[in-house]
C-alpha cells in the first residue's frame, strides 16, 4: 500500500473522531437552530397573515368608497337629466338612491 501499515491502523480512528465532531455539531449547534428558525417562521407566517387581512379590509373599504362616489354620480347624473325623482322630493331622492345601489349591486 502506499500509506503504510501504520496509517491504516490510524485512518478508522480518524474516521470516528471526524464522525463524532459532526454528529456533536449537529445535535448542539444546529438542531437548536433549527427550532429557533421554525419559532420565526411561525411568526413571519402569522405576521403575513394579519398584513393581508389588513390589506384586504382596506381593500374593501376602498371598493365601497367608490361605490358609494360612483353611486352619487350617478344620482347627480339622473337628477341633471331629469330620469331620476326630483331632488327636492326626501321620499324621491331615498328612492333614487336606493334604485342606483339597487342596479349597481345587480350589475355586479
Same mark, same amino acid.
Given at each position: 500500500?502506499?500509506?503504510? #501499515? ?10 470516528? %473522531?471526524? @464522525? =463524532?465532531?459532526?454528529? +456533536? ?10 427550532? *429557533?428558525?421554525?419559532? @420565526?417562521? $411561525?411568526?413571519?407566517? +402569522? *405576521?403575513?397573515?394579519? @398584513?393581508?387581512?389588513?390589506?384586504? *379590509?382596506?381593500?374593501?373599504? $376602498?371598493? *365601497? ?6 353611486? %352619487?354620480?350617478?344620482? $347627480?347624473? &339622473?337628477?341633471?337629466?331629469?330620469? %331620476? #325623482? ?13 334604485? =342606483?345601489?339597487? =342596479?349597481?349591486?345587480?350589475? &355586479?
Amino acid at each position: 500500500m502506499v500509506l503504510g #501499515p501504520s496509517v491504516n491502523k490510524f485512518i478508522p480512528y480518524l474516521s470516528l %473522531g471526524i @464522525a =463524532s465532531a459532526a454528529f +456533536a455539531f449537529q445535535t448542539t449547534v444546529l438542531y437548536p437552530w433549527h427550532h *429557533e428558525l421554525d419559532d @420565526a417562521f $411561525r411568526k413571519l407566517k +402569522a *405576521e403575513q397573515a394579519t @398584513a393581508l387581512k389588513e390589506f384586504h *379590509e382596506l381593500k374593501l373599504k $376602498r371598493f *365601497e368608497d367608490l361605490e358609494k362616489k360612483l353611486v %352619487g354620480v350617478e344620482l $347627480r347624473q &339622473d337628477i341633471s337629466e331629469g330620469y %331620476g #325623482p326630483s331632488h327636492t322630493e326626501p321620499s324621491g331622492l331615498v328612492a333614487c338612491i336606493a334604485h =342606483s345601489l339597487c =342596479s349597481v349591486s345587480l350589475s &355586479d
